[in-house]
């Protein structure tokens, strides 16, 4: 996998939103785990084999049920891996802070270990520690659990959180995941299925550049990601996705989750 242009993605939406209106907070502690350890060149020896998101968008807040499946592709022994789930700091005007963390290693909680660190911006890497003062990164508290990956068998990790919803004083709502962390792990990405339940929201809530315009062109200034034609729309409240084979480094629509609702018509 190639290095992974991660925070520009974060601040391409942020500033994105910020066009819209003076006070703005995008959600930003939405994001796969970080690979902190058994690396060869720039890649982790463990395979994403897959991943499942389950998010719930509510009107302030939003739950996230992750489920990662890993492989190693170590020729013998274990392998050790440190995962880091970053949660970006709040420095005032990022909001989305991680509450409510559970974390499992095939079924069993685990207790997660609140570290500072940051993600290099000119190779995705993930490290422990403060930001170098010559070196370009974006800051974050990594929630890190110990991972332990046989060379047979397939090894489970969970998180449940709930994360705060950003949004503008326009009134439009945003919630934001990203698969770019994925980057770091060995391989493509075999498979990632999202399913969103909205809770509060209907579909038609929801800003789509390709589905009906609720406003006009210069009023809505940015849209959810992607577009409506690429989920499965089950229900009023519910929609799936899902992507194969892919590698975050290089596929740009492969990137992220961006719900964003409709900004509040003019008085």
Not at 30 to 52: Q, T
Not at 55 to 61: H, L, P, Q, S, V
Not at 66 to 73: A, H, L, P, Y
Not at 179 to 207: C, P, Q, R, Y
Request: with cysteine; hydrophobic share 40%.
């Amino acid at each position: 996998m190639k290095s992974l242009p991660f925070c520009t993605a974060i601040l391409f939406i942020l500033l994105a939103l910020v066009a819209e209106a003076n006070d703005t907070a995008v959600n930003a502690a939405a994001a796969g785990p970080a690979a902190l350890g058994e690396f060869v060149g720039e890649e982790s020896v463990i395979r994403m084999v897959s991943e499942k998101i389950d998010i719930t968008f509510g009107k302030e807040e939003s739950r996230v049920h992750c489920t990662f499946v890993f492989r190693s592709t170590k020729k013998s022994g274990d392998a050790l891996q440190l995962l880091g789930f970053p949660d970006f700091i709040d420095d005032g005007g990022v909001v989305g802070t991680i509450t409510k963390m559970v974390s499992r290693i095939d079924g069993v909680e685990v207790a997660a270990k609140k570290q500072r660190g940051y993600l290099q911006n000119d190779n995705q890497s993930a490290h422990l520690g403060d930001v170098p003062e010559d070196l370009q990164a974006v800051p974050v508290n990594f929630h890190t659990i110990e991972v332990k990956f046989p060379p047979d068998r397939d090894v489970i990790v969970e998180r449940e959180y709930t994360v705060g919803n950003g949004g503008s004083v326009e009134g439009d709502t945003t919630f934001f995941y990203t698969t770019e962390t994925g980057g770091v792990w060995k391989g493509n990405i075999g498979k990632a299925e999202f399913t969103v339940t909205l809770d509060g929201w209907t579909v038609s809530d929801l800003a789509f550049e390709d589905g009906p315009q609720k406003l006009e062109p210069r009023r809505q200034r940015t849209f959810s990601s992607p577009n409506r034609s690429e989920w499965k729309i089950e229900s009023p409240t519910k929609m799936k996705l899902v992507w194969e084979n892919f590698e975050p480094a290089v596929h740009e629509s492969r990137r992220q989750i961006l719900l964003k609702t409709w900004v509040r018509k003019a008085e």
